[in-house]
T-cell receptor, first 114, second 113 residues
């Protein structure tokens, strides 16, 4: 069974703090994604990675960076958190050699920036 | 880049009625169109998908139709049940995009018993 986990379900941080969100998958997935989910805006892609140390910007990368040092782990970094980054963050991954692009999501991290 | 528009944003139906959610996309090169369901407090999960070489696909009470010419696709749920209440997202992708999906804004479906 595919399993994608995220380091925290809820997180509260202060403006200006550096924030790390971590995503881990246990099925040798190659492609991993970070989204933020806001009501009325759907899921918007922040960054994705198609291999270790490889990353590409998504649609809303400003204020974020990512790290993928190991295949199973994809981290989202908020260099200096701001209140407009309060949101639900979802990680997803795609197993290798899949016919379709089905993404398997983690449970999400609800981040509040005060 | 790709842009996906989804309507309506909210949909309320009585149990047993049908529900239809519509999406349009902008990039004619997109060839994969999945639908995800997200129940309250849970992660999105794929419920059905369609590729551009097919016009319609059905799985029990849910079906998806695709009109490539008009660049729109729809989700149809028949005989709705309270457990169908959730947020539904459409998405679009191209085959060369590393699996990258562009999502619609989501539809909150409420099925009243």
């Amino acid at each position: 069974d595919v399993k994608v986990t995220q380091s925290s379900r809820y997180l509260v941080k202060r403006t200006g703090e550096k924030v790390f969100l971590e995503c881990v998958q246990d099925m040798d997935h190659e492609n991993m994604f970070w989204y933020r989910q806001d009501p009325g805006l759907g899921l918007r892609l922040i960054y994705f990675s198609y291999d270790v140390k490889m990353k590409e910007k998504g649609d809303i990368p400003e204020g974020y960076s990512v790290s993928r040092e190991k295949k199973e782990r994809f981290s989202l970094i908020l260099e200096s958190a701001s209140t407009n980054q309060t949101s639900m963050y979802l990680c997803a991954s795609i197993p290798p050699r899949r016919y379709n692009n089905e993404q398997f999501f983690g449970p999400g991290t609800r981040l509040t920036v005060l | 880049g790709e842009n996906v528009e989804q309507h309506p944003s909210t949909l309320s139906v009585q149990e047993g009625d049908s529900a239809v959610i519509k999406c349009t996309y902008s990039d004619s090169a997109s060839n994969y169109f999945p639908w995800y369901k997200q129940e309250l407090g849970k992660r999105p999960q794929l419920i059905i998908d369609i590729r551009s070489n097919v016009g319609e696909k059905k799985d029990q009470r849910i079906a998806v139709t695709l009109n490539k010419t008009a660049k729109h696709f729809s989700l149809h749920i028949t005989e709705t049940q309270p457990e169908d209440s959730a947020v539904y997202f459409c998405a679009a992708a191209k085959g060369t995009s590393y699996g990258k999906l562009t999502f619609g804004q989501g539809t909150i479906l409420t099925v009243h018993p």
